[in-house]
Every structure is written in structure tokens, then in C-alpha cells.
């Protein structure tokens, strides 16, 4: 019952405001009128009629909210301003001051028409503009090809960076979400708004660090703010029924298809997409700018949905349902060296993986603000997967490098018998794989998260409330069929030993979690706000894991019935069970200081922990119960110069608990050539993590330098500590904690026009270090050295760009140096360094005609791998011609024309150096027809 009384205690605060105030206060909040974002630093004053005289004034908060005092009656005016918006204002008179403050609802501000339309008339806008730690890019100075989606365009950003996994960088800073018109774009996942948004219709991309909702909410950081990419239509585009048709087919059987259809009106979204394609969904882009992301395999990807955003003065909601399904055929030829103090080990595979998935995610947003002090916020995610896969792979291991005995090792992966080589072979050999697997796998996922939050009074007083939950469940069946030979054990025979293995594992997880998290935050003098936080959070989750032997079922596979009786064929030593519970409390406490020169954030988080584990391996069952104590602290200090330059540092601390399986002395050999021990002596690792950033910007000559610096210490990192076997060419392993991980980047960028602001400048610079610890086990004293790489490295990239309305011209250049220093094997030293250098043009010809052509030499060198060493000159081309009013574009694409582009990986550690070549389809040409349609308000427009 005295629960009960707190919890409505509690909830009262929500309703009733318990302070009184000694002056009546004009509170608003001042916002963009098209995206209703909050806008900070705006001026808003108060001014008495009717000389105007000022009576006081303010800048806004980060939620855009503000305060103005009002002492007597009579008739006023405020008036609200910002740099790039039409200023606003509003009359006000009263013949008696009311009791209670004044609520002006939102000041909402609109760009600038006559600056927009000047931008359009002389197309002199600034490609580039920023304000604070916001970067604004005007999509009209940049030329793509006719058709183009957000993907095209982003390459050609100055200070954009597309590594080979797809992450995007700009300036330093990875990108996280998607937002249009500051709303979530299908849950702002990356992929889906970079390869169906058109550039066509975009105005303005701007990035900068968006608050996570508690923060936005609360003003209190929770760490999980992140960059995001959010879109601005052009005026006029948005208004209606608009989109884009895509029909591509090519050579060597490619194909893509692509459908959207959007309808915004006012802050009203509604947007469908459909694609399929197998070209890996690439786009055509800044074919002069080196690139070396690859196509691992052949996939067909295949992907529907359906985004909405409601908004009004006191709702929103917005969400998206999406489908997206793959088919892939990926096949590869690894090869991979492993260090240990005796000698290094080399292993050598070829891999093919067929595989298909699906997945349907739901993700909603509802927002209610019932008054201007109360906001409640309700998300649920929902999503359901399955996949289907089929391996097969073929692996030897060798005491020596077979590369030096033959010329392609994965032809030899088996003996050959009457092979000439295979006597050399034979001295080095130490065991053959080969493995069938197929596997289904079911997950179901599911979260929502309800949070309120009232402000009390005046000068930022808040408390907010947080409650969530989740659950997921899966279901894994995997068939595993190997043969594995060791040439260095016998048999009775006196042969070499052979083991074969016919496996059904079942296995399947079950989790729950719940939290609840209550926050307050409180003016303790002007400008200074101590913040509490305290959140409780429990985790149960459960995994059980079943093997049966299928030896005796020749011919079984996986799309067959389960055979009668095989559950008396269940191998007990490789079963497990385990069920964990975590209990975590995070109590946090901040002081923060807002002045209008600089904010400054410093706060500490404590973190009690218990964790149980009932535990069972075989035969073997064990209970632990573990508890831990952690502390981080946390400094975020901002100082703006002014609106177009600052200085921001932040230091956080980020502990990180090792699993609790890892931790027990148990076994698991249920992989004979990697055994796997846990190590009860295992201790958290905690993270120290440094980010300093600096950008200025000058407007008249379009000249912006941004640098950010970045570190990060890892103490007690978990590591394994590897027995290797030279008769099995088999691995135990065993997780231990180590010192020395630690890493450090400096990048520095720099974009200028020169003087007719036709010819823009773009350059960045980074400096990188990373110090990379790990074990190794020499076999003959049985005892681990710590062995030591370090990788030093140089990239820089120089662009230049001229523009005029018939033509683009550019010039793009790169270079990248990598000193790697291993401490043990100074024999493994390698200085590899690639370099790049090429040219793109496009031409707007009479008739409705464009052209545009790209040509780049990529270039590796100083690799020991010589197949690494190699230029790969790449050109792409495209022809289109535009017609019926700009409405349908027919284009020519030619991709990789000179059959140059490899598709190479290359990974390094301090314990292993491992290279991966793919399959995949590059050179090709495709026919594409686009078709536009743009109905604005019932009226067909172009």
C-alpha cells in the first residue's frame, strides 16, 4: 500500500505545478515552420508599444523553449529571429496581468522566400554552410545524373566518406538515421532512404547530433544521441502526390526495379516503396572518387514498406511497416595465418554459402503533448525473421605456407593422389575439413518504451518517467555433416586418423527484460541545473542447446520429417542450459551549466549489478552468482565562438561486464578443432572515450574547417589465450583480460570556393593510430606471451570542382599509408599504401540529352600478399536523354567497363592476418527507364 501511495505521489507532480511564482512568464517554444524541430539560439525580445521600446530578451534552449518576464500591463509585441528565417511576430495586450503564466504556444519561423528564390534565379547558393555543429549542404550544387536517388548525391558531399561496409561518414562523424522534414524516415534506417529517396525533389540535406528522446524530452543526456541525414523537399514538391518509376535491365542477367510514391501535404507524410534488384543495389556515383566497397557474392535483395508522419499542434505519429528479403550465393577463398611464438600456422578455405531471408519490421512513434508542460511518448517494435542456408566448405591446415609449394593452395585443400606436389605437400599437411551445414532459424523480436515527462514551474524543472520492456525468442536448427582427417595422428592401422561427424543441433532462446527509469532535473541558480536519473533494469534470458547423433541416417537432411526415435540418438556431453538473470541499477547524477557562450555537462554514473546463472554442460551444472559495482564518469563541454564556430570536448566512460558463460571452468568441445574454456578470474573491461571537435565556417568565401580528434583506452579488455595443438592443428581457447588496447584518429577537412565561386576546393586529412594486444601460446614452455601490433596510419583525399550550367568538372585524388609493426614476428612488418587519381565530367547537351563519364585508377602497394598488389583502372559512363516535359528519363549505364574491379578483403589482428577473395558481378551495362509522377494539389505539374 505505501507503494501504491508513491507511485500516485509521483504521478500527482504530472498535473499539479507545486511552485508558486513571483512574476507572471511568457513562455513559447520557437520552431521551423515547415519541420517543427525545436530551433535553439534564437533571439526573441519583447518590446513595449508604441515606441517600441526593448523590454527584455532571451535566446532559446536546445528544446527551443524560452522565458520572458512581464511586470505590468499595457500592449507589447514579441518578436522572434534567426539567420536564414523570416522573423515573426506577435501582439499583445492586457489591461490587468492574469494570475498565471502566458502560454504563446509555438513561434514557428519560415525560410527565408526571397533568399530561396535568389538561390534558384542565380544558382549561386553555397554548396556548403554551418552553423555550430550543423552542417548544411544545398542539393543544387551538386550535379548528378538524371534519375539519381540520396545514395549519388551523398558520395559527391565534400567530407563525405563511403567505407567498404557502406557506413557513411561526413566529416569524421558515421551516420546513424534518415530523417524528412525532421521526422523519421521508415524508422531512419540508412538503407532504405539512401536508395529510394530522389534527389530531384531535395532541397537541402543537413546533418548534425539529434538527442535521443529522454534527453529531448528531460534535457538530461542519456549518451544515445546520434548524427542523422535529415532531408528538406524543395518548396512546391512537397505538396501532394509525388514519385519516382524504375525499370533497369542488363547484361549478364542484371536487373532493377524500383517504386515510390509519396503524398505530403502540410505535416501530413505518406510514402510506399517497392524494389528488387540483384546488383547489390548500387547506385551510379562519383565514379572519379576511388571506392573499394565490394560485392561479396551475387544477392538478390528484395524490399516493401509504408512510412507515415501525422502532425499537429498536440499529436504525432508517425511509423513504418517494411519487408525486405535476400537470396544469396556467395562464394569464397580464404586464406588466413595465425601467429604463435613457435611458428605460424596457415589455414587455407573455399566456402560457398547459398542462403535466403526474410524479415518484416514494424516501428511506431506517438507523441501527445495534452498541454504545453506535458509530453508523453509511446514506441513499439515489433519484427519477425527466418532464414534459410545451405554451406559447404573445404579447409586444410598447414605447418608451413603451401603458397610456396603451389601456385593456388585451394586446389590442394585434399590430397590428390599421383600428384607430384603432393609429397611437398605431404611434409607440411596437417588436417583436411570438409563440412555440409544447413540451418533454419526463427526469431521473433518485440519492444515499447512509454515515457511522460512534466515541467514544473519555471527555469527548466522537470521530472520525467520511463517505463519499457522486451522480449525475443528464436528457434535454430542446424545439420552439420563433416569429415575431418589429421596426418599427424594414426589409426590402429597405422593410417591417418579420420573423424566423421553427422550432427542435428537444436537450439533455441527465450529473453525478457523490464525496465523503469525516473528522472528529475532542478534550477539550482540561474543557468545551473542539477540532474538525477535512476533506472532499474531486469533481463532474464534462457538458451538450451541439444545435439543428436544422425550417423546411422544416411541421406537425412534438413527439409525431411525429424526420423522416428531420434531422440534416443541426443549426445549428452554437448548439451546445454542456461538460464541467466541480470539485476542492474543506474544511478546518475549531473551538474549542467547553460550560458549563452558555452554549456558544460559533468556527471558520474554508478551501476550495482547482480547476476545468477544456472548453468549446465553435459553432465557438468553449476549456480554462480556474481556482483559488481561500476562507476563511469562523464564530461560534455561545448563553447560556441559564434553561430558559425565552436569547440566541443567530451569524455564519457563506458564499463562492459563479460558474459557470465565465459566465466565458468567449463569445457566445451563441442567443436573439436576449437574447444572453448571459460575463466572464472575474468574482470569487466571498462572503455575511457575522448572526442574533441572544432569547426568555423566564412560564408563570403564558402570556407569551412572542421577537425575532430577521437581516443580510446580499454582497460582489462577480454582477449582469448589460444593452446594450439600441432598434431590436431586443433585450438582451446580461454578468455583473459589484457592491457594495451588503445586507439587514437585526428581528421582535418577543409572546403573553400575560390574567387567567382564557380571553382570549390574539398580536402580531408586524417591521422590514425591503433595498439592491439593479444596472447600467444608457445607450446613448448605451455605458456602465454603477450605479443603486440601497431598500425600507423595516413589517409588524405583532394578534390576539385568546377561548375557552370552546361558542364561539372572534377578532379578527385587519394592516399592512404599503413605502417604495421608486429612485436613478435618483426618478419610480418608490412608498409602497404594505396593511391587513387581520376576524373569525372557531365555535360547538359541541346535536346534534352546528358552525358556523364567517370575514370579512376585505384592502386595497392607494399602488401607481402602480392595478389594485394594490383591497379584496378575503373571507368563507368552513362548517356540519357530526357522527355514528355522531364517526366521520363531513358538512360545507357556502363559499369566497370575495363573488367578491372576485384573483390578483395584483407583483415588484421595481432594473432591472425587473414585475405578473403568473393564472386560477384561488376562490369555490366544496363537500359533504366524512369518515369516521374507529381500530382500537387489535384493538379498535375512536372
Keep these: 500500500m505505501k507503494n501504491i501511495y508513491l507511485i500516485l505521489s509521483i504521478l500527482l507532480l504530472f498535473h499539479f505545478d507545486v511552485f508558486s511564482q513571483n512574476a507572471v512568464a511568457l513562455r513559447g517554444v520557437v520552431s521551423d515552420f515547415d519541420t517543427g524541430m525545436a530551433i535553439e539560439y534564437a533571439t526573441v525580445q519583447l518590446f513595449s508599444m508604441p515606441d517600441s521600446t526593448l523590454v527584455s530578451g532571451v535566446v532559446t534552449n536546445k528544446d527551443g523553449s524560452f522565458c520572458l518576464r512581464l511586470s505590468k500591463p499595457g500592449a507589447y509585441f514579441v518578436a522572434a529571429s534567426y539567420i536564414g528565417y523570416n522573423s515573426f511576430c506577435k501582439q499583445l495586450y492586457y489591461k490587468s496581468l492574469p494570475r498565471n503564466d502566458i502560454q504563446l504556444g509555438q513561434l514557428k519561423l519560415s525560410f527565408d522566400a526571397i533568399m530561396l528564390d535568389e538561390a534558384v534565379v542565380t544558382a549561386e547558393a553555397p554548396p556548403v554552410k554551418v552553423e555550430e555543429d550543423t552542417v548544411l549542404y544545398n542539393a543544387s550544387a551538386y550535379k548528378v545524373s538524371e534519375g539519381a536517388v540520396l545514395e549519388e548525391l551523398i ?277 583436411s575439413s570438409a563440412v555440409n551445414n544447413s540451418s533454419l532459424v526463427k526469431r521473433i523480436n518485440g519492444s515499447a518504451s512509454l515515457t511522460l515527462n512534466r515541467k514544473i514551474g519555471t527555469g527548466g524543472r522537470n521530472i520525467g518517467l520511463r517505463l519499457g520492456m522486451g522480449v525475443n525468442e528464436s528457434d535454430n536448427d542446424r545439420f552439420r555433416d563433416s569429415e575431418t582427417k589429421y596426418y599427424r595422428i594414426k589409426n590402429s592401422m597405422g593410417e591417418d586418423s579420420v573423424a566423421y561427424r553427422r550432427q542435428l543441433i537444436s537450439t533455441e532462446t527465450e529473453g525478457r527484460n523490464y525496465s523503469v527509469q525516473v528522472t528529475y532535473s532542478e534550477p539550482v541558480v540561474k543557468s545551473v541545473f542539477l540532474q ?260 600507423t596510419g595516413l589517409n588524405a583525399r583532394l578534390s576539385g570542382v568546377f561548375r557552370n550550367e552546361l558542364m561539372e568538372l572534377s578532379a578527385n585524388s587519394s592516399f592512404g599509408y599503413t605502417f604495421e609493426k608486429n612485436e613478435l614476428y618483426p618478419e610480418n612488418n608490412q608498409r602497404p599504401y594505396t593511391f587513387s587519381y581520376g576524373c569525372s565530367v557531365a555535360f547538359n547537351l541541346p535536346w534534352h540529352v546528358s552525358i556523364m563519364s567517370g575514370i579512376v585508377n585505384q592502386s595497392r602497394r607494399g602488401y607481402d600478399d602480392e595478389y594485394f598488389n594490383r591497379d584496378e583502372l575503373l571507368w563507368n559512363a552513362r548517356l540519357s536523354k530526357s522527355f514528355y516535359k522531364g517526366r521520363a528519363i531513358l538512360s545507357i549505364e556502363a559499369y566497370d567497363m575495363l573488367a578491372r574491379k576485384s573483390n578483395i578483403s584483407r583483415s588484421l589482428k595481432s594473432n591472425v592476418r587473414s585475405i578473403t577473395e568473393y564472386n560477384g558481378v561488376d562490369s555490366y551495362i544496363m537500359a533504366n527507364f524512369i518515369y516521374r509522377y507529381n500530382f500537387m494539389r489535384g493538379k498535375k505539374n512536372r
Excluded at 551510379?284 to 512510412?307: C, E, H
Excluded at 559533468?602 to 551501476?607: A, L, R, Y
Excluded at 575511457?688 to 580499454?714: C, E, F, K, P, W
Aim: aromatic share 10%.
Design 532 to 791: 538525477f536519473s535512476y533506472q532499474f533494469l531486469y533481463k532474464n534470458n534462457f538458451s538450451g542447446k541439444s545435439t543428436y547423433d544422425f550417423i546411422d541416417y544416411d541421406g537425412w537432411s534438413l527439409e525431411q520429417e525429424l526420423p522416428q526415435g531420434y531422440e534416443s540418438c541426443m549426445i549428452d556431453s554437448l548439451g546445454k542450459d542456461a538460464d541467466y538473470k541480470y539485476f542492474n541499477h543506474d544511478i546518475s547524477m549531473t551538474v549542467r551549466v547553460v550560458k549563452k557562450k558555452y554549456r558544460l555537462s559533468v556527471g558520474i554514473t554508478m551501476q550495482p549489478q547482480k547476476s545468477v546463472l544456472s548453468y549446465r554442460l553435459g553432465e557438468a551444472y553449476m549456480d554462480t552468482t556474481r556482483h559488481l559495482f561500476n562507476f563511469a564518469p562523464k564530461i560534455d563541454f561545448k563553447y560556441r565562438f559564434s553561430k558559425v564556430s565552436q569547440l566541443q570536448f567530451k569524455y564519457y566512460g563506458k564499463s562492459s561486464q563479460p558474459s557470465m558463460e565465459s566465466m565458468l571452468p567449463i569445457e566445451d568441445n563441442s567443436n573439436p578443432l576449437n574447444i572453448r574454456v571459460g575463466n572464472p578470474g575474468l574482470l569487466p573491461s571498462f572503455t575511457h572515450n575522448i572526442r574533441l571537435g572544432m569547426n568555423t565556417y566564412n560564408n563570403d568565401h564558402q570556407r569551412s574547417v572542421i577537425i575532430n580528434a577521437n581516443a580510446s583506452v580499454v582497460q582489462n579488455s577480454i582477449s582469448n589465450s589460444t593452446m594450439y595443438n600441432e598434431e590436431t592443428g586443433g585450438r582451446i581457447t580461454m578468455p583473459r583480460n589484457i592491457n594495451g588496447n588503445w586507439n587514437g584518429n585526428l581528421s582535418v577537412g577543409f572546403n573553400t570556393a575560390l574567387r567567382n565561386k564557380k571553382f570549390t576546393i574539398h580536402s580531408n586529412t586524417s591521422f590514425r593510430y591503433r595498439n592491439s594486444v593479444t596472447y600467444i601460446y608457445e607450446n613448448s614452455t605451455k605458456s602465454t606471451m603477450k605479443n603486440t601490433l601497431s598500425e
Design 155 to 431: 558520395e559527391k558531399l565534400p567530407g563525405a566518406e563511403v567505407d567498404d561496409d557502406g557506413k557513411i561518414k561526413i566529416n569524421g562523424r558515421e551516420l546513424k538515421k534518415i530523417m524528412v522534414d525532421g521526422k523519421e524516415f521508415f524508422g531512419g534506417d540508412m538503407k532504405t532512404g539512401l536508395q529510394n529517396l530522389p534527389v530531384e525533389l531535395i532541397d537541402q540535406l543537413k546533418t548534425y547530433s539529434k538527442e535521443s528522446d529522454m534527453e529531448r524530452m528531460t534535457g538530461i543526456d542519456d549518451g544515445d544521441d546520434e548524427v542523422v541525414l535529415d532531408i528538406k523537399f524543395k518548396k512546391g514538391k512537397n505538396k501532394g502526390w509525388f514519385g519516382n518509376l524504375d525499370a533497369a535491365g542488363g547484361t549478364h542477367g542484371r536487373y532493377s526495379s524500383k517504386v515510390m510514391l509519396n503524398r505530403f501535404v502540410d505535416d501530413t507524410q505518406h510514402s510506399v516503396i517497392g524494389t528488387a534488384n540483384n546488383v547489390g543495389n548500387r547506385n551510379f556515383s562519383n565514379s572519379s572518387r576511388a571506392n573499394w566497397k565490394q560485392n561479396n557474392g551475387l544477392v538478390s535483395a528484395y524490399n516493401a514498406g509504408y512510412n507515415m508522419a501525422i502532425k499537429n499542434e498536440k499529436l504525432e505519429i508517425g511509423g513504418s511497416v517494411q519487408w525486405k528479403g535476400s537470396d544469396k550465393d556467395v562464394r569464397g577463398i580464404n586464406s588466413t595465418e595465425r601467429f604463435y611464438s613457435a611458428r605460424s600456422t596457415f589455414s587455407n578455405a573455399n566456402n560457398i554459402n547459398k542462403s535466403g531471408s526474410g524479415n518484416i519490421r514494424t516501428d511506431w512513434r506517438l507523441e501527445w503533448k495534452p498541454d504545453q508542460l506535458t509530453t508523453i511518448l509511446f514506441r513499439p517494435v515489433f519484427s519477425y525473421s527466418s532464414d534459410d542456408s545451405r554451406q559447404s566448405n573445404v579447409s586444410g591446415s598447414f605447418r608451413a605456407d603451401p603458397g610456396e609449394v603451389v601456385d593456388n593452395p585451394g586446389n590442394y585443400l585434399y590430397p590428390k593422389e599421383d600428384d607430384e606436389l603432393e609429397k611437398a605437400l605431404r611434409k607440411i599437411r596437417i588436417n
